[in-house]
């Protein structure tokens, strides 16, 4: 294939530069899924624990005064 440049098209330097960065959106929207799926499953994990009230009870506690609140 010539490199020409002509105005019928893209250059194959072109072309490659352009694929090459596709390839990297797809490699990064795959990651982004990956950890939607992952985060999903540990929100609907922890929303079937919570009704069978099985999550323990976390106190907060106030940095300044180590009080409980409660």
Do not use: C, F
């Not at 596709?22 to 990956?34: A, E, G, P, S, Y």
Request: charged share 35%; proline share 1%; glycine share 8%.
């Amino acid at each position: 294939m010539k490199d020409n440049g002509d105005s019928e098209g893209k250059s194959y330097d072109e072309l490659i530069h352009e694929l090459k960065m596709m390839r990297d959106q797809i490699i990064h929207h795959k990651k982004l899924t990956q950890e939607m799926h992952r985060l999903d499953a540990e929100w609907w994990q922890i929303q079937r624990l919570e009704r069978a009230g099985k999550l323990p009870i976390i106190e907060l506690v106030n940095a300044d005064t180590g009080d409980t609140g409660g």
